[in-house]
């Protein structure tokens, strides 16, 4: 006997598609949704039925948006002669959060990983390249995580990059605020180190 419909379970299984949610996680959610009134499961379906018609790729920076160019890449109070270059929409996200990046981006979607199969012909590389190439940029931000696919990916960009006539600079990184030097990792204290600032 199933104790679960199978309507119920479906539900669950494609909930567990997403990522970071589990079975335990993606039957809570199927179960708030069930216990909701109809109208709100309508809605839900409604829009992500209607996700992938109303959103698409800004055709500059490669953001999700709903116009093309997207409200960076079309906002001329941005300084478009200086690029951040990050993984994923997420990124761009969080940079836009802290109000002190006034720049464009440009997103990778992705990080170069040869064990997943992906190479820099899977990502936005190219498109990057041919941005600087024609357009008249100064300086390209490497927002790329500080992950060993994520440097590599920064590596292999700033590699490329340099025969560019542009600025390539690198996000800093090293000991974070309120942080007590003696608790920090070697790495971490290392690359706090090699990006120190000159306040001469």
Known sequence: MDVIPPPLEQLIKELTKLPGI???TATRLALYILRKPAD????LAE???SLHDSIQLCSTCFAFSEHDPCAICSDQRRNHRVICVVEGPGDLLAIEKTSSFHGV???LHGVISPLEGIGPKELKIKE???RVRDTEVEE???ATNLTVPGEATGSFLIDNLQQYPVKVTRLACGISMGMD???ADQHTLARAIAGR???S
Request: glycine content about 4%; cysteine-free.
């Open 105 to 107: 981006y440009h997103i």
């Open 128 to 130: 990057l390249l041919e």
């Open 140 to 142: 390209v931000l490497i």
């Open 47 to 49: 829009t992500l039925s």
């Open 197 to 199: 600032q000159n306040f």
């Open 40 to 43: 709100n499961a309508l809605s």
């Open 181 to 183: 030097i003696k608790y």
């Open 22 to 24: 589990g079975k335990i």
